[in-house]
């Protein structure tokens, strides 16, 4: 390795800070169970004594994870019969069935079926019915809501 790389390395700036969103930070219980681990595992390595960089990195990480640990907002299951934080949601829209449960945003997976509150897919069908027709902006359009599940 290159004495010029390893000069690099020693001056490098630490990383940026993980931003926070504002607003409340609604979590459902998993949510919240998900934060707190996320917070033991970065103090967990903390302690293993890592390089400056990884350590700088873990010491950004831990800070994000401890204030959405302080702020999260545990959202108790729903038992109205309209879509709500937590809910199971199954949708039609441009003609294909859809199912995903609405979460806060550090447990969101789209890939999973797990749709931030935050997300227009959330924000159109919140409040929605079964039965119910909601008119979405492009490119949602109409969404029919099937099931729900609190």
């Given at each position: 390795m290159s004495r010029a790389f390893v000069k690099e390395m020693?001056?490098?700036e630490p990383p940026p800070e993980r931003l926070v969103s504002e607003g409340p930070n609604l979590v459902t219980q998993a949510g919240y169970a998900q934060i707190a681990a996320r917070v033991e595992q970065l103090e967990a390595a903390l302690k293993d004594n890592p390089g400056e960089l990884a350590r700088e990195t873990?010491?950004?990480?831990?800070?994000?994870?401890?204030?959405?640990k302080a702020s999260a907002e545990i959202?108790?299951?729903s038992h109205e019969d309209a879509v709500a934080f937590g809910s199971r949601v199954t949708v039609v829209r441009g003609g294909r069935e859809q199912t995903f449960r609405i979460v806060g945003e550090d447990e969101a997976?789209?890939?999973?079926g797990l749709v931030n509150f935050r997300a227009p897919l959330a924000d159109a069908v919140l409040g929605a019915q079964v039965g119910e027709i909601v008119e979405a902006?492009?490119?949602?359009?109409?969404?029919?809501i099937l099931k729900i599940e609190n």
């Open positions: 020693e001056t490098a873990l010491e950004r990480d831990l800070r994000y994870w401890q204030v959405q959202v108790p299951p997976d789209p890939a999973h902006g492009a490119p949602l359009g109409e969404i029919a």
